[in-house]
């Protein structure tokens, strides 16, 4: 079992920045692939961001986020900046062992609760 716990959400104007972190525990984080995705009101669950267990990443939010990770601190972070108002959603931290960028949610083994980012006008 991993457990994944979400931190760093929150409300920010538009134009701001905020940084994710998601903390891994129970298995050797360095072996798995992680992912952001997001869920805003009424829409489906959407790919934001992945990292495979080398580091290589995908973004579907070009020029505004980056993902990273951090093995000696179990960590992935997402850096948003930028952010618009269409960037309101609850954003999950996602696991997968030995998988490179997945994008679908599927894929994924292991969930956060989610955190909420609220981005106002």
């Known amino acids: 079992q991993v457990q994944l716990v979400e931190s760093g959400g929150g409300l920010v104007q538009a134009g701001g920045s905020l940084r994710l972190s998601c903390a891994a525990s129970?298995?050797?984080?360095?072996?798995?692939?992680m992912a952001w995705f997001r869920q805003a009101p009424g829409k489906e669950r959407e790919f934001v961001a992945a990292?495979?267990?080398?580091?290589s990443s995908t973004n579907s939010v070009k020029g505004r986020f980056t993902i990273s990770r951090d093995n000696a601190k179990n960590t992935v972070y997402l850096q948003m900046n930028s952010l618009k108002p269409e960037d309101t959603a609850v954003y999950y931290c996602?696991?997968?062992?030995?998988?490179?960028?997945?994008?679908?949610?599927?894929?994924?083994?292991?969930w956060g609760q989610g955190i909420k980012v609220t981005v106002s006008s």
């Open positions: 129970g298995r050797t984080f360095s072996n798995y692939g």
């Open positions: 990292i495979s267990w080398t580091g």
């Open positions: 996602a696991a997968a062992y030995g998988l490179d960028r997945g994008t679908e949610a599927a894929v994924y083994d292991y």
